[in-house]
């Protein structure tokens, strides 16, 4: 259902240019941020402020006023049949016009009319480093960022001791300037933003001299960012407010601090799921035996190593991998840690020990070549450990 724009700046349908910005006026100084301290005193002047771009714009308004919402993807395509545009996708005729000579066109000169000059103010990012720990506990950063705020001298009015802005003589206080020019089509009136107000209709006679009649001036301060459990690599944790605060002290746009996730010395991360490998010596392999493992999150735990364990088996432990964090930030579970055993191989032996394995192996019936079996690996071939790590940087 389109939004009644009308009814966001209290003004009736029949309401002229004027009447709708001085209801404007009266409540972006109502709303503003820095004056009034409410809970939804953000969101309602970011609410003004649209209601204000769309019925000070004549193209806009046309659209409102059959029954449309211009700032609705496709809502421009339905007139008040329901039949769509065949304009809809340039805003209507005077941008085709636009896009071929410049500026509006025709006789009347079609004129889009001022802009407000208090702009809503865009999104900011930051990547921030984090260790697999902190991606797997979730942690609070201090983050230094450097984006626009609001002028502290005149908080975003944009002039000297709060001297109001007179209306502008270039323009008359259209926001646009024409010109006309002759054409293989006739006489053709172009329109482009006014270079003394750029597009406002009104003028600063005496600008902060802070902020030079912006209403906002660039600064370094430090944002709180509470990073969830479960995040990785790439993903992106949105403050809203904490962007830019827009021209003429606008609404803040939103800051983005996207993660930054550095490698780890044990574990590799695959998703929800961990992978670590545990070296174990051959004796152990082939008697079993309870070794300990210090996991991520959990602390120390103990793995039970079956006796005749394999080289490269693999154990899992369910719920001791990384927290399953769901689009909605809420943590729902954990995966599992993949624990892939390492048989180490002694190199060095004494003569005791020599002869007790010699003792051991006619015991097996086992000679020098029977080691060699058809499942064994060939040198060379790189470990599992390796090619999930590969499979991870593709």
Not at 69 to 91: E, I, K, L, V
Not at 179 to 184: A, P
Not at 351 to 379: F, I, M
């Amino acid at each position: 259902m389109p939004k009644d724009y009308y009814a966001t700046l209290g003004v009736s349908k029949d309401a002229s240019d004027q009447e709708i910005k001085r209801a404007y006026r009266k409540l972006a100084r109502e709303l503003h941020p820095d004056v009034n301290k409410s809970d939804d005193a953000q969101q309602r002047f970011s609410e003004v402020t649209t209601a204000y771009e769309v019925l000070s714009d004549p193209q806009k308004r046309k659209v409102v006023d059959l029954g449309g919402d211009p700032m609705d993807n496709g809502a421009t395509a339905a007139g008040a049949g329901g039949m769509r545009d065949p304009f809809a996708g340039f805003g209507g005729l005077g941008d085709i016009m636009d896009a071929f000579f410049g500026g509006a066109s025709g006789a009347g000169g079609g004129g889009r009319g001022p802009r407000s000059r208090v702009q809503p103010g865009a999104d900011a990012l930051i990547r921030v480093g984090l260790t697999l720990e902190e991606c797997a506990t979730g942690v609070t950063k201090e983050l230094t960022v450097d984006t626009a705020v609001l002028c502290d001298h005149c908080r975003g009015a944009g002039s000297a001791s709060g001297k109001a802005t007179t209306t502008c003589d270039t323009c008359a206080g259209r926001g646009e300037v024409q010109s006309v020019q002759r054409s293989f089509l006739g006489q053709v009136i172009t329109a482009r933003p006014c270079p003394a107000c750029h597009g406002v209709g009104e003028v600063i006679k005496d600008p902060c001299r802070q902020c030079q009649g912006d209403g906002r001036v660039r600064s370094r301060r430090t944002v709180s960012a509470k990073i969830p459990a479960g995040v990785g690599d790439g993903m992106r944790i949105r403050l809203s407010g904490q962007g830019e605060v827009g021209p003429g002290g606008g609404p803040a746009g939103d800051l983005y601090v996207e993660v930054d996730e550095q490698p780890h010395e044990v574990f590799l991360r695959q998703g929800h799921e961990l992978h670590c490998h545990v070296r174990i010596p051959m004796t152990t392999a082939a008697l079993g035996a309870p070794i300990p493992l210090e996991t991520l999150i959990d602390g120390e735990t103990e793995v039970e190593i079956e006796p005749g364990t394999q080289p490269e088996s693999e154990l899992v432990l369910s719920g001791k991998g990384m927290p399953k964090l769901r689009s909605s930030g809420r943590v729902e579970g954990r995966g599992d840690l993949h624990v892939h055993v390492d048989v180490v191989v002694p190199t060095k032996l004494d003569d005791e020990q020599r002869r007790l394995l010699r003792e051991l192996a006619e015991r097996r019936g086992e000679d020098d070549t029977s080691a060699a079996t058809n499942g064994s690996r060939q040198s060379g071939v790189s470990g599992l450990f390796s090619k999930l790590r590969a499979r991870s940087n593709r």
